[in-house]
């Protein structure tokens, strides 16, 4: 990825994610996260990650995020400025920081370790070698994965049911 | 070198988005048209130039009419509709139906000037995932029309059709794997490669005889996804007035009835590769015309690139006529109808397809 | 794409060199010829998922309304993902990819759950203010 292409993504996802957390409506806030999240698809395009770029869309910007725009149009959501909160700002403003200047310090440091990337092997980020992964060495991760999304299927259904 | 290969890519891109428009705007009129026939009427027949010229050219002037009308109204934005989503939401929709073709090919490799190129936009290996993205994106432009305007039938709509087109994805999603098992690719030109040559030495080796289930169950989610009859519940007229684009005028309203067919012409064209051979014409390879008995006609390369080209415009041109004949036949869906449909048949139905297909898989694979 | 990898793979990987298309080949090349060296090092993308991750725990922090805290948790694991997939381009290995893989099922499977709560919780309260809804609070 070369500089102007970075720039660029990282100023756009910068401010969707802020407007994801500052707008006043809901459905703006949704359709910053989608932006947000189509960016993001872009980047991992940029860093040869095909499959898991693609997937990005269909599962956060196609799936999750119709569910949360769905949702917000069904409960027809407003906008109100109690959705703020004005009191305890100032340990806000030290928890996000701390965490900020911790995760700056050590993310900082990794650079001047190990600068130099690694040679990419051949069919990076193809669907061949991310399935080869996922079916061998990944294999359980990925059936208790199904685990999950059934119990998730069956529970959403149990409490929308009521 | 690199600039004639960028050259390339900007003209398959152009030609691929004008030929899906092109062919949206001739099925506005097919539609006109063919609406009449199902109903034993004449239909558009009026449009003359100028109202006085006795000359009737029928279908350019129709074609060139209804445009011109829907342009030239007014475009109305109504008061307390968040004017910019309302803006934005025709592009939103239009966007994604015009750039999935993209990975559709369209016809073999072409020699010019000892350069070989294929005629496919974008080969993606990813190919059939993006193309379930961008199908997924399209929901946007809908549901941001049905809320931005402000507008409770426009919102029903919008409701509506999201809830309709995320129980519909995951269908057409399970029918794809099908047809994703049967070929081991995602790339939609070597899944059309793989239908070349014939089966049992009569029928072309096409997925629909590997397939027939995965077709049936991707036609059905496919015109659920287009939002067409009798899957129009977000546009429903008698009880939601036009659904989501109730509140759309002139241009942005056009580009609304745009979508609706660029939506038709994406069914069509994967329906087209994944079971119907792609740009396979029987017989044909590429060097000419092979008879399974022996013998053949030789053809010059252009033109076996121009049959096959030829072969994959009509079969998209017949599954559009197809959509548009089963829209005009079949009533609409009440809405519980619609969702029983998606999650208790299609969805098991899909299920049993991708089971079984896995399953002769891995018996043909271990006979090998 | 200094090291010459196509944007989008053309061809799929166990196709021998010989059967991809000669314009698959081309523009490997070219992206060879025209890679400028200049690559962003691994920690402008660290740094940036650092940024994002923040603003999605100010998010957390900030916001009663219970769907949109929902979406700032969203926006932390995808900018926890970034630097998942940073790292596996970083180190040539796959294994951050399907990392990134597993937090996007776990993600939807949290996004139907969640949203199913909501909607519950809304039927009986009305409201999906996260103040609101403090009866379980001692």
């Known amino acids: 990825m070369d500089a102007i292409t970075f720039t660029v993504l990282s100023v756009l996802m910068v401010a969707s994610a802020i407007r994801v957390v500052l707008n006043r409506s809901p459905v703006y806030s949704a359709l910053s996260l989608v932006m947000l999240m189509s960016l993001l698809a872009v980047y991992f395009l940029y860093l040869d990650a095909h499959m898991v770029g693609v997937l990005q869309i269909i599962v956060y910007a196609g799936a999750v995020m119709v569910l949360f725009l769905f949702v917000i149009m069904l409960l027809n959501l407003q906008d109100s400025i109690q959705d703020y909160r004005q009191e305890k700002l100032w340990t806000m403003g030290i928890l996000c920081a701390t965490l900020f200047g911790e995760l700056w310090f050590f993310?900082?440091?990794?650079?001047?370790?190990?600068?130099?990337?690694?040679?990419?092997?051949?069919?990076?980020?193809?669907?061949?070698?991310?399935s080869q992964k996922l079916f061998t060495d990944y294999l359980l991760p990925f059936e208790i994965t199904s685990l999950l999304l059934l119990v998730a299927v069956v529970g959403a259904v149990v409490l929308a049911k009521r | 070198m690199d600039r004639i290969d960028l050259l390339i890519d900007v003209v398959l891109v152009l030609m691929v988005i004008g030929m899906v428009m092109n062919l949206g705007g001739l099925l506005l009129w097919v539609e006109r048209k063919a609406?009449?026939?199902?109903?034993?009427?004449?239909?558009?027949?009026?449009?003359?130039?100028?109202?006085?010229?006795?000359?009737?050219?029928?279908?350019?002037?129709?074609?060139?009419?209804?445009?011109?009308?829907?342009?030239?109204?007014?475009?109305?934005?109504?008061?307390?509709?968040?004017?910019?989503?309302?803006?934005?939401?025709?592009?939103?929709?239009?966007?994604?139906?015009?750039?999935?073709?993209?990975?559709?090919?369209?016809?073999?490799?072409?020699?010019?000037?000892?350069?070989?190129?294929?005629?496919?936009?974008?080969?993606?290996?990813?190919?059939?995932?993006?193309?379930?993205?961008?199908?997924?994106?399209?929901?946007?432009?809908?549901?941001?029309?049905?809320?931005?305007?402000n507008n409770r039938w426009a919102l029903l709509g919008g409701i509506r059709a999201s809830a309709q087109m995320i129980s519909y994805e995951i269908a057409m999603g399970l029918a794809l794997i099908g047809a994703v098992l049967t070929y081991g690719t995602m790339d939609l030109q070597e899944i059309a490669r793989a239908q070349s040559g014939m089966l049992f030495g009569v029928l072309p080796n096409w997925g629909i005889f590997y397939q027939p289930l995965a077709f049936l169950i991707f036609l059905t989610a496919g015109i659920a996804e287009s939002k067409r009859a009798p899957f129009d519940l977000p546009e429903a007229e008698p009880e939601l007035i036009s659904g989501y684009f109730t509140e759309y005028s002139g241009a942005k309203q056009a580009v609304f009835m745009l979508v609706d067919f660029l939506e038709s012409i994406i069914v069509a064209g994967l329906i087209t590769t994944l079971f119907f051979g792609g740009w396979q014409v029987p017989l044909l390879d590429r060097t000419g015309i092979q008879f399974p008995w022996g013998g053949g006609i030789p053809l010059p390369s252009l033109v076996v690139t121009l049959m096959q080209v030829g072969a994959f415009t009509g079969k998209v041109f017949f599954f559009c006529w197809l959509q548009i004949m089963i829209r005009w036949t079949l009533p609409r869906f009440r809405y519980d109808q619609l969702m029983i449909l998606g999650w208790k048949i299609l969805l098991p139905a899909a299920l049993l397809n991708v089971l079984i297909t896995a399953l002769a898989v891995l018996i043909s694979e271990s006979l090998k | 794409?200094?090291?010459?990898?196509?944007?989008?793979?053309?061809?799929?990987?166990?196709?021998?060199?010989?059967?991809?298309?000669?314009?698959?080949?081309?523009?490997?090349?070219?992206?060879?010829?025209?890679?400028?060296?200049?690559?962003?090092?691994?920690?402008?993308?660290?740094?940036?998922?650092?940024?994002?991750?923040?603003?999605?725990?100010?998010?957390?922090?900030?916001?009663?309304?219970?769907?949109?805290?929902?979406?700032?948790?969203?926006?932390?694991?995808?900018?926890?993902?970034?630097?998942?997939?940073?790292?596996?381009?970083?180190?040539?290995?796959?294994?951050?990819?399907?990392i990134v893989f597993f937090v996007m099922a776990v993600a939807a499977a949290e996004a139907a759950v969640g949203l199913a709560i909501i909607l519950m919780v809304f039927r009986n309260r009305e409201t999906v203010n996260a103040d609101e809804l403090n009866l379980m609070r001692w």
Request: no cysteine; glycine share 10%.
């Open chain 3, 1 to 98: 794409m200094a090291d010459g990898k196509g944007r989008m793979a053309y061809g799929s990987d166990d196709t021998p060199e010989s059967e991809r298309s000669e314009r698959a080949i081309s523009h490997q090349a070219n992206d060879e010829s025209l890679g400028n060296g200049i690559m962003v090092p691994i920690h402008y993308h660290l740094m940036l998922s650092a940024v994002l991750f923040t603003i999605g725990a100010l998010g957390v922090l900030l916001r009663r309304n219970t769907i949109v805290i929902f979406m700032s948790v969203e926006l932390m694991l995808n900018a926890v993902n970034l630097s998942f997939v940073a790292l596996a381009r970083q180190w040539g290995s796959m294994d951050g990819q399907l």
């Open chain 2, 35 to 149: 609406s009449a026939i199902l109903q034993d009427r004449i239909g558009a027949n009026r449009a003359s130039i100028l109202g006085k010229l006795p000359i009737n050219l029928g279908i350019v002037n129709t074609l060139v009419a209804d445009p011109i009308k829907l342009f030239t109204k007014e475009d109305f934005i109504p008061p307390g509709a968040d004017k910019l989503l309302h803006t934005l939401a025709p592009i939103v929709a239009v966007v994604p139906a015009l750039i999935t073709m993209l990975v559709v090919p369209f016809g073999d490799i072409i020699v010019i000037g000892g350069r070989e190129i294929e005629l496919q936009a974008a080969r993606l290996d990813v190919g059939i995932l993006y193309i379930l993205a961008m199908v997924s994106l399209g929901v946007y432009g809908i549901v941001l029309a049905g809320w931005s305007s």
């Open chain 1, 107 to 130: 993310f900082g440091r990794a650079g001047g370790e190990s600068s130099a990337q690694h040679a990419v092997p051949e069919g990076f980020g193809t669907v061949i070698s991310l």
